[in-house]
């Protein structure tokens, strides 16, 4: 039974944007009160994490790597939670995860999340 579906992956050219998109999936599952977080797998690495935002959205942290380039957002209302990214680069290629955390606190290891998506590939040209 899949709970999260991501959406917005693409092939892009380096400079470009894209927007990924995580919706629950389900009448009973629910994003609201927890925090939430993007992490991504390049081929042949581990899965590291992206960017992560509190059930509130009020707070938000990010990898060093793509900080002041991406940008984490949800609607509550909607269910669904964001991540717009802007100057790509090469290195940013990989499949993002969307992820629902064990609690309202936005984190950084992979361990303080229990749902997943399936994934969606972004690829970045040079």
């Known amino acids: 039974q899949v709970q999260l579906v991501e959406s917005g992956g693409g092939l892009v050219q380096a400079g470009g944007s894209l927007r990924l998109s995580c919706a629950a999936s389900?009448?009973?599952?629910?994003?609201?009160?927890?925090?939430m977080g993007w992490f991504r797998q390049a081929a042949g690495k581990e899965r590291e994490f992206v960017a992560a935002i509190n059930w509130s959205g009020g707070s938000t942290f990010y990898a060093d790597s793509v900080k002041g380039r991406f940008t984490i957002s949800r609607d509550n209302v909607q269910n669904t939670m964001h991540l717009q990214m802007n100057s790509l680069k090469p290195e940013d290629t990989a499949v993002y995860y969307c992820?629902?955390?064990?609690?309202?606190?936005?984190?950084?290891?992979?361990?303080?999340?229990?749902?997943w998506g399936q994934g969606t590939q972004v690829t970045v040209s040079s």
């Open positions: 389900g009448r009973a599952f629910n994003l609201y009160g927890y925090a």
């Open positions: 992820a629902r955390a064990t609690g309202s606190v936005a984190r950084t290891a992979s361990n303080d999340y229990r749902y």
